[in-house]
């Protein structure tokens, strides 16, 4: 899973980026067009220690996220040139965005305004949505007018979206945007599944966090694919630096049951729809990815394609808890274990 820490200048991306990464320092790289910096986390997942314990195995492989620090949104609204080439390439490829928005005063930048630069920040992905789909419509209607007649669907899905946008609204409110095959391989920005952070500072009260999420979060009813959320960056990014014991009472200070790291990573699940299965061998106990309402069938076939059919839903062994703070047990029907190739197939409930 693969997500970019975007947002206007000085909204906390790189402060978010070591919240997250527990990363010491991405570098300098302020407003510009640099090189964004990739963190790469490893997913700590006690259903796996459990594993591990039980069979121990030779390597252990858990699942992992790969953060990229993102420079580039300006906020300028300039359109043509609002996203800088270089930042969107980098964007369109990713799963997800985390959208860093500031809710923290800043010498230079003021008192913060989240729904506003939330706003803004939007506008940019929409324009640059704008300006792929105004570009794709100039040859696709001169194609069609000298007779590509197979090119006339995309020529009215681009209409449609072109009108969406030209309203200011993001593609994620076209489900053909992410549903027909005509228009997913554009990567839209406006479309793709977006965490909302407000980076409070920590003078900022409860209760104002609370009502600068809500705005947010009106704004957003009936999006799909977008969540809302806060974090307090600069405090959690030093606190991702702490031994686990003294994070673990810095964040019940903060009223915090986990870190950064573990509850964004818990959302970023949530917001790409997808669980998590397990296999454990002797050689390897690991960690997969899967889409949630997707079958133990295609589990399999994310680790082997060949297996993709071949097994079926009652021999694989669910692993379940009886609340959600205990560790994770497997069912004792051993039935339900499957060994194939040295394997044991494992898939989470939930
Ligand atoms: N009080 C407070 N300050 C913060 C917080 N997050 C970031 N800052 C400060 O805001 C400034 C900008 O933070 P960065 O993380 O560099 O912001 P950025 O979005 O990466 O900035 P650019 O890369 O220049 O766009 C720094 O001085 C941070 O210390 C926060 O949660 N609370
Ligand atoms: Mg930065």
Redesign the pocket.
């Known amino acids: 899973m693969k997500l970019g820490i975007i947002?206007l200048?000085?909204?906390?991306?790189?402060?978010?980026f070591r919240a997250l990464t527990g990363d010491v320092e991405p570098g300098d790289?302020?407003?510009g067009q640099q090189e964004p910096t990739l963190g790469v986390v490893m997913v700590h997942d006690p259903r796996l220690d459990f594993l591990v314990d039980y069979q121990k195995p030779k390597k252990v492989t858990p699942v992992h996220v790969e953060y990229l620090?993102i420079?580039g949104i300006t906020g300028e609204g300039k359109p043509g040139r609002s996203i800088g080439d270089k930042a969107l390439g980098h964007i369109r490829p990713l799963d997800a965005l985390v959208h860093?928005v500031r809710f923290?005063d800043?010498a230079s930048l003021g008192p913060p305004h989240p729904l506003g630069d939330f706003k803004a920040a939007e506008e940019e992905m929409i324009l640059t949505d704008l300006v792929v789909v105004e570009k794709r419509l100039e040859r696709v209607s001169k194609d069609v007018q000298r007779g590509r007649k197979e090119l006339a669907e995309e020529m009215s899905l681009l209409e449609q979206a072109r009108s969406m946008l030209d309203e200011g609204k993001p593609l994620r409110l076209f489900p053909p945007a992410m549903e027909s095959e005509k228009l997913r391989g554009f990567a839209f920005l406006s479309c793709k599944p977006q965490l909302v952070l407000v980076?409070?500072?920590?003078d900022k009260p409860q209760s104002e966090i609370e009502a600068e999420l809500n705005q947010i979060k009106d704004y957003v009813a009936g999006h799909p694919r977008v969540r809302v959320d806060r974090l307090?960056?600069?405090?959690e990014a030093e606190i991702a630096r702490l031994s686990p014991d003294d994070a673990r009472e810095f964040l019940s200070e903060m009223a915090l049951e986990e870190g950064a790291k573990d509850r964004i990573i818990k959302k970023s699940f949530e917001l790409l729809n997808l669980i998590v299965f397990f296999t454990v061998g002797e050689p390897e106990a690991r960690a997969w990815q899967l889409e949630k309402g997707k079958t133990a069938l295609k589990a399999a076939g994310t680790v082997h394609s060949d297996m993709d059919g071949v097994l079926s839903g009652p021999r694989l062994w669910p692993l379940r808890t009886s609340s959600t703070r205990a560790p994770w047990r497997p069912l004792t029907r051993p039935e339900k274990c499957v060994w194939k190739d040295e394997i044991m197939w494992c898939v989470t409930e939930t």
Do not use: L
């Open positions: 947002g200048p000085g909204s906390g991306k790189s402060t978010v790289r302020k407003g620090d420079a860093c923290f800043s980076n409070a500072g920590e307090y960056a600069d405090a």
